[in-house]
């Protein structure tokens, strides 16, 4: 439970802790920022860790002059990329076997098939639509490896949606993050961040009951 609130105060005080790692290790948070981004996009058992929100808050630190915005966006979308390459070849290992596996903590069966589904409908572009929706971020590469679609043809989505996604929240924070009344309300906006990002997973999620519920 301790572990649990530490987690939820440092995402929704993402700042304050951002901005002390910035203070304490200099140049190495480029490093720190990357592993996080990596580790998000690229292991399957990380869908929780901060994407969206950390994007924008760094962007915004980057604007008061705690970091480099350029290197900053060029750090974080090789690590996004990266990330994806690995979970695409992780899925392309282990292969379908995946769907048989049973739930357990580190394994969510239900998320994956529902990913399966998102991507069997968008192909080619779920690779970059999912770069703007949690969870769903973290699997779709790898349903991408499991099936069909060629590394080529990945590796060109992968790198389209990494810069869309890394570029357009690092330099929305970089724009408005410090205005004065943004930055006086920043857990909120982060909140909504949060919930904004999880929107088309809620609907998702509904809808599939939804039918079920038909069928």
């Known amino acids: 439970m301790d572990i649990l609130l530490q987690f939820l105060d440092i995402l929704l005080h993402l700042d304050k802790h951002l901005a002390a790692l910035v203070a304490q290790y200099g140049p190495w948070i480029y490093a720190i920022l990357f592993f996080i981004i990596f580790a998000e996009t690229g292991f399957v058992v990380t869908p929780f860790l901060p994407g969206d929100s ?9 604007a008061l002059g705690g970091m480099d915005i350029l290197l900053l966006m060029a750090t974080l979308a090789t690590a996004a990329v990266l990330g994806n390459q690995v979970n695409y070849h992780i899925g392309r290992y282990i292969g379908p076997k995946v769907f048989h596996w049973e739930d357990s903590r580190f394994f969510n069966r239900a998320a994956l098939q ?6 069997e409908k968008h192909g080619g572009k779920a690779v970059v639509i999912s770069r703007f929706l949690p969870l769903f971020r973290t699997f779709v590469p ?21 810069l869309l996604w890394v570029v357009s929240l690092c330099m929305l924070g970089f724009w408005f993050g410090n205005e004065p009344w943004i930055k ?28 079920s519920k038909a069928a």
Do not use: C, E
């Open 54 to 62: 950390l994007l924008f808050v760094a962007g915004a630190l980057a």
């Open 114 to 119: 529902k990913t399966h589904a998102f991507y």
């Open 142 to 162: 790898f349903v991408a490896g499991v099936g069909s679609m060629s590394y080529a043809r990945f590796t060109a989505f992968n790198f389209s949606g990494a």
């Open 184 to 211: 006086q309300n920043l857990t909120l906006v982060i909140i909504g961040i949060i919930v904004i990002s999880n929107i088309p997973v809620v609907i998702g999620w509904w809808q599939h009951r939804k039918d």
